[in-house]
């Protein structure tokens, strides 16, 4: 854990400037494309004069990123987070520098051309790739380099939004599928780097501070469960139609370098509709969560932004889910709210934390990340709210979350709820077949070659004194080996197996611990030992270790009083 720790200061400095350098990318990206400058100020694209230009432009950046996917890496397709989860659980956490250098690149050229996008997807990808790279210039192994690739990933995201406890949680739910202090202590010491680093390369304070947030109560938490109902079933609408779109690219006659410029297409034309749906939107955002956008506004980003959105990603070019979805969470609680008569930028937050629990399965994540977005955390309860009851709503009609839905389509199912291993809770003494069948150390090697040819029921039996005290394990190759060598089979069983290495376990031993004796000896059946008596009580064998499965399942099936 020290020398992870000690690993995590450097990766958290290379997220944090990773993310100022996509920052920076996209800002010239999209003075290039919408304004004609080499600049990396940043600007808007609404505040751009190209006229119907904004058809051609989304265009020309999806056709770069096509032949970028195609001729560099198709690792940059997508959204960024589902490729770093199946590089960490199929990939042994390794990422290329290939990826490393085409993700950000790539993502700044679709978000500075129009598509509709956030950084965040892009940042957890290219931060993860930085701690990978790290990690593989040491001898680690597949285990610690994922500890430094999350901890890449949660150092970019924290300097992108300045949301550092969200950064850990999203590495709790999302990427690292364990709970242990290896990999939580250095995932939360790189977020913490990049959180300072963070004023000197893109700002501090909250990113989207708003103000007219009302007093907590039981009205307001249970208006803010309403909402998390609401955009739950939003939730699940858009990773259905995301995927059923992605189905249509993937029955086209063409290659899928040309996906994104068809998908561009469409992007442009709701650009002509309205261009606040171009673009990472993060203004859209303020003012959603401001109040200060017209109705129609609000409408044009919950409707055009859902379908370019959804098109472009559902088309395989580079970008991410976070600030989309907050986007069209908070238009949808906006809407909601504008409808009952309530502030329309807390419902907004609302739903920003209702959305993104809801389609990534990140409850946690989704309620303190609207929290420190915009800096109210007397909000919690309310955020908590719209979060579990979207999260409620999408575990119940939907199978899987937005990012492990693409996963699964390439074969690879990943379970999102995690539990603890019964290998690790359960004892020996728990699943060991007691008072097991033993042979006395007296017995003669002849006697045992005959019980073997016409008694023996197991592969392997204890060898024990007279006071019941291990001496070793015979087994049917032992009895195979002494018919081969032709020996004196007078000898008894005490002088034939006693080995002081013979592995035994006590009942109190965890389950794991007997398991990985079987692998380290390839001895399948293990004896029990009473540790105040010395005697054998039992026996652990590999059809006993499904007991613990068995018993685990009993646990969650069946029910008494």
């Known amino acids: 854990m020290l020398v992870l720790v000690a690993a995590s200061l450097f ?86 520098a290939k990826v490393a250098f085409l993700k950000p690149l790539s993502s700044a050229i679709s978000i500075g051309s129009g598509g509709p996008f956030g950084a965040e997807g892009p940042i957890i990808m290219t ?12 001898h680690l192994s597949a285990a610690e380099r994922k500890t430094l690739l999350v901890a890449g990933a949660a150092a970019g995201m924290t300097a992108i939004f300045g949301t550092p406890v969200a950064a850990i949680l999203l590495a709790v739910e999302v990427l690292l599928f364990e709970w242990k202090p290896r990999s939580f202590v250095p995932v939360v010491v790189a977020a913490l780097v990049s959180l300072a680093w963070r004023p000197l390369l893109v700002g501090s304070g909250p990113l989207f501070p708003f103000h007219g947030v009302p007093a907590t109560s039981w009205l307001i938490m249970a208006g803010a469960g309403g909402i998390g109902l609401l955009v739950g079933l939003e939730a699940v609408l858009l990773s259905t139609l995301l995927y059923r779109i992605e189905d249509l690219f993937h029955r086209l006659p063409i290659h899928w370098m040309w996906w994104p410029a068809l998908g561009a297409v469409i992007v442009g034309l709701g650009g002509l ?53 907050l986007i069209l969470g908070g238009a949808c609680a906006s809407m909601i709210g504008l409808g009952i008569g309530a502030n329309p930028g807390f419902c907004a937050m609302l739903g920003m934390a209702g959305i993104l629990s809801g389609a990534m399965r990140a409850p946690l994540t989704g309620a303190v990340f609207a929290a420190e977005l ?108 002494w018919q081969v060598e032709s020996g004196p089979q007078d000898t008894s069983l005490a002088e034939g197996v006693s080995d002081a290495s013979q592995p035994f376990a006590v009942p109190q031993a965890p389950v794991g611990v007997v398991a990985d004796l079987m692998v380290e000896s390839g001895i399948g059946r293990i004896p029990i030992v009473d540790p105040v008596s010395h005697r054998v009580i039992g026996i652990l064998s590999r059809h006993d270790l499904l007991k613990a499965r068995r018993i685990g399942v009993a646990a969650e099936r069946m029910r008494s009083r």
């Open 11 to 96: 990766v958290g400095t290379g997220g944090a400037f990773g993310a100022w350098a996509l920052l920076k990318l996209i800002a010239i990206a999209t003075n290039i494309f919408w304004f004609g400058r080499l600049s990396d100020a940043p600007v808007q694209i609404v505040d751009s004069l190209v006229g119907p230009g904004v058809v051609v432009i989304p265009v020309i950046g999806s056709l770069i990123i096509g032949v970028m996917a195609r001729f560099g890496s198709d690792k940059i397709r997508g959204h960024g987070i589902p490729e770093a989860i199946e590089a960490i659980l199929y990939g042994e956490s390794r990422l290329s």
């Open 127 to 138: 931060g993860g790739a930085i701690g990978s790279l790290f990690a593989q210039r040491f």
């Open 273 to 325: 509709i309205d261009a606040h749906v171009l673009g990472a939107g993060y203004q859209s955002i303020q003012d959603l969560l401001d109040g200060s956008l017209a109705t129609r506004v609000v409408l044009a980003l919950f409707i055009v932004k859902a379908i370019v959105w959804l098109v472009a990603l559902g088309s395989g070019t580079s970008g991410g889910v976070l600030a989309p979805l």
């Open 374 to 481: 915009t800096g109210h955390f007397d909000s919690l309860p309310a955020t908590f709210a719209a979060a579990v009851c979207a999260y409620a709503v999408s575990v119940l009609i939907m199978r899987r979350s937005i990012l492990t839905e693409k996963i699964a389509r390439r074969g690879r199912h990943i379970l999102q709820e995690y539990i603890v291993d019964p290998f690790d809770f359960l004892q020996a003494g728990h699943i060991m077949t007691p008072d097991p069948q033993t042979l006395p150390g007296t017995t003669s090697i002849a006697r045992t070659i005959a019980f073997f040819a016409n008694e023996a029921v197991h592969r392997s039996y204890p060898v024990v004194d007279e006071g019941g005290h291990l001496l070793g394990l015979v087994s049917r190759a032992d009895v195979l080996r």
